[in-house]
Nanobody
């Protein structure tokens, strides 16, 4: 499975961005897709995940109520709608996928994209 993110950029605090992640290859094997982020000098952390078949979702506490993860199975694409952005949301955002696991644990995800930069100015 190959993953390609898009949609990052620079936005002012309070603004919105929508990230996309297009999957290709053995997409029939996808069970979960998720988003993680890594700020400068910090470890990569979980943001959100979605079960590919039943659309159940998980969110980090820091983004609940502001971010929404969704998927389009026909396009093999997962989205992250980010509203009410804060400077602390600044990070490289990574898309991830796995064939068996559903949850927030980074090391359980087998497939990763290259990342897209999100910068939120105050």
């Amino acid at each position: 499975v190959q993953l390609v993110e898009s949609g990052g950029g620079l936005v002012q605090a309070g603004g919105s961005l929508r990230l996309s992640c297009a999957a290709s290859g053995r997409t029939f094997s996808i069970y979960t897709m998720g988003w993680f982020r890594q700020a400068p000098g910090k470890e990569r952390e979980f943001v959100a995940a979605i079960n590919w078949s039943n659309r159940s979702t998980l969110y980090a506490d820091s983004v609940k109520g502001r971010f929404t993860i969704s998927r389009d199975t026909a396009e093999n694409t997962v989205y992250l709608q980010m509203n009410s952005l804060k400077p602390e949301d600044t990070a490289v955002y990574y898309c991830a996928a796995d064939s068996l696991y559903y949850g927030p644990t980074l090391r359980e995800y087998s497939y990763w994209g290259q990342g897209t930069q999100v910068a939120v100015s105050s």
